[in-house]
């Protein structure tokens, strides 16, 4: 079964910028797609990015555009989100996800890490 752990959560001032991991265990992950989600104190949890497991197709929810990158080292089985400009609206708890989808539905996504906080504040 995989298993997923994220890291590199941290407390930054607005403006910053931080690179979380997404490392994969348990299973060959290059087999699956990965979602990054977040989510916000009192708020849903959104979708990120994505990318697919060889191929590497990345999508980017159109609000995250710009400021989130999402790449992948398969020989190292972790996925990576590049987060620049850090906004205090980015606040929350950050999620990586695995599935056989390319998709930002975290309802397609069946492998679940436990997250890893980010804190935006000045």
């Known amino acids: 079964q995989l298993q997923l752990v994220e890291s590199g959560g941290a407390s930054v001032q607005p403006g910053g910028s931080l690179k979380l991991s997404c490392a994969a265990s348990g299973s060959p992950s290059d087999y699956y797609s990965i979602g990054w989600f977040r989510q916000a104190p009192g708020k849903e949890r959104e979708g990120i990015a994505c990318i697919s497991g060889r191929n590497q197709n990345t999508y980017y929810t159109d609000s995250m555009k710009g400021r989130f990158t999402i790449s992948r080292d398969n020989a190292k089985n972790t996925v990576f989100l590049q987060m620049n400009s850090l906004k205090p609206e980015d606040t929350g708890d950050y999620y990586c996800?695995?599935?056989?989808?390319?998709?930002?539905?975290?309802?397609?996504?069946?492998?679940w890490g436990q997250g890893t906080q980010v804190t935006v504040s000045s």
């Open positions: 996800a695995a599935g056989r989808a390319l998709t930002q539905r975290a309802a397609d996504y069946n492998y």
